[in-house]
């Protein structure tokens, strides 16, 4: 059996999917469940890009002990120092330093020429190697690049120091027979190339990022870089919970092993998209709702039969729990905490307070409360309460009839402190909610998306809201939960507009382009 190590950019690739904007405790929840997944190593972000990023990745790298961190630094000095700084106190910090290497990116993005790229490429990597133990190179656009030019940058970038070498797909356009060939010849011909690890990292724009990646470990590659849920740019990254589970269940054909926890699967999934706001589709492979559904009679009744006629996977190796009815109305402190630890989250005192109260007031409306109804009570006050002056909503009415005019009328209190109210109409009624909120906010806002979804099943399910703002020109995300469909949508819009707030405060900025 080869050993492959898992190397997660949720934090970085994962978080440059357009519309996600992850906050630094959302960043550190994450980064924490993927400790709990065993990911050897996590990409925490791209410290050069932003305040906030580098705050983020500082976080990181200072809580995670038992994955490596690293973060992306452009092939420039002060990228790599500011990495550096970030990074130095992780127990096992480590640089990730990419330049193009296809004849596209280094004429027209680059402006450079191939020996100017070598050299770069070279020094950044002997620089980076004065702090850093570990230095990974990527050759970004590795997959439409001239395979003598990478074998003549990768002796050199090896011999320059560089411990692992990454071969991008970065605009997913390879397949597995041509990608699982470029490695060979990169292994066959590269005199160095036993003194480092190979490592792919695979788009999915034509759908092929994790039959991709599997040629790439069939081909001598033992690192593979994805994300959690497959979210990254554009069509997104290999998903990594994908590719896991293909090597278990296809263990007769893979021979090979990783250190991933399977049975965090789905609450790594769940997370990531909670925080990120971006739903998983029902049909995903691995973790969407319909993985493990029959529907189909024949289907059905080969299943009751005998489960192995048409489920390769059961849910339980993924960590989807078969009975997730939980406390209820009579349930006590003692047992909410029980509970909440055996579904992985760990509360300060305060927090554990707060989560309880809002447990009690939800079993007053809601009969039954189920682990997903936690889940999004828990992920909400864990990362909530950092401390900046912000809106919050005191109480809001809204009156719709069918031959009405819908109106809403709002109390807020501002980040002065100041307590407003106004009324407004729409077309509907959240178009009033959301005129009347945007008539009391002090700020330049659009709003680019808006989405609703029940928390799991019934009548009396919480509703979940996501929505999409720019503030002031900055492109931010908010996302609301309550019993009623008008109140989460109220908070999602808030709590938007609040992050803008936060932003402010750790100094966030638009990314630098990559
Ligand atoms: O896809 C890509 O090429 C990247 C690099 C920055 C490694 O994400
Ligand atoms: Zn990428």
Not at 104 to 120: C, D, R
């Amino acid at each position: 059996m080869v050993h492959v190590n898992i190397f997660d950019t949720t934090l970085r690739d994962g978080e440059q999917s357009p519309g996600v904007n992850l906050n630094q405790l959302e960043k550190l929840e994450i980064a924490r469940q993927l400790e709990r997944f065993g990911v050897n190593i996590m990409e925490a972000g791209f410290p050069a890009s932003s305040q906030g990023d580098f705050e983020a990745v500082r976080a990181i790298a200072r809580t995670i002990k038992n994955s490596s961190v690293t973060g992306l630094a452009r092939a420039t000095k002060s990228d790599i120092d500011i990495a550096w700084d970030a990074l130095k106190d992780a127990a096992e910090p480590r640089l990730h330093v990419f330049i193009a290497t296809s004849p596209i990116h280094m004429q027209y993005k680059l402006m450079k020429k191939p020996e100017e790229v070598v050299q770069t490429a070279v020094d950044m990597v002997k620089y980076a190697r004065k702090n850093f133990p570990q230095v990974e190179w990527s050759a970004e656009d590795a997959s439409r690049s001239d395979l003598d030019f990478l074998v003549q940058i990768i002796t050199k970038v090896i011999d320059a120091g560089a411990t692992v070498i990454n071969l991008p797909d970065t605009v997913g356009y390879t397949t597995p027979a041509e990608y699982g060939r470029m490695f060979r010849y990169i292994r066959e011909n590269v005199p160095n190339i036993h003194k480092v690890a190979l490592s792919c990292h695979c788009h999915d724009d034509l759908g092929m990022a994790v039959a991709n990646s599997l040629a790439a470990i069939e081909n001598g590659v033992t690192q593979v870089e994805g994300t959690i849920n497959g979210i990254g740019e554009r069509a997104g990254n290999a998903a990594l919970e994908e590719f896991a589970v293909a090597l278990n269940i296809r263990q007769d054909f893979y021979p090979y092993t990783t250190d991933l926890v399977l049975k965090e699967i789905k609450r790594t999934s769940d997370l990531v998209s909670r925080f990120t706001g971006m739903k998983v589709p029902g049909n995903k492979a691995v973790v969407g709702k319909n993985a493990f559904a029959h529907e189909s009679g024949i289907h059905q009744d080969g299943v009751l039969k005998n489960t192995l006629t048409y489920e390769i996977i059961t849910p339980e190796l993924v960590g989807v729990g078969s009975n997730d009815l939980v406390l209820g109305k009579h349930s006590g402190r003692h047992a909410f905490k029980d509970k909440i630890e055996q579904m992985g989250f760990e509360l300060e005192q305060d927090k554990l307070n707060e989560a309880f109260q809002s447990f009690k007031s939800l079993t007053d409306k809601k009969k039954e409360v189920t682990d997903e109804d936690l889940f999004t009570i828990l992920t909400d006050i864990q990362t909530s309460g950092f401390d900046v002056k912000k809106y919050e909503l005191v109480a809001f009415q809204v009156q719709y009839a069918s031959a009405n005019l819908p109106t809403a009328t709002v109390a807020l209190t501002t980040p002065d402190g100041e307590k407003v109210e106004t009324a407004r109409t729409g077309s509907g009624s959240v178009e009033a909610l959301f005129n009347t909120l945007d008539a009391l906010i002090k700020e330049e806002i659009h709003l680019t998306d808006y989405s609703l979804s029940s928390v799991g099943r019934g009548r009396d399910a919480l509703a979940e809201a996501n929505v999409k703002l720019t503030v002031n020109g900055v492109n931010v995300s908010g996302r609301g939960s309550a019993q009623d469909v008008l109140e989460a949508s109220g908070k999602a819009f808030i709590n938007a507009v609040n992050r803008v707030f936060f932003n402010q405060k750790v100094g966030v900025k638009e990314p630098a382009a990559l």
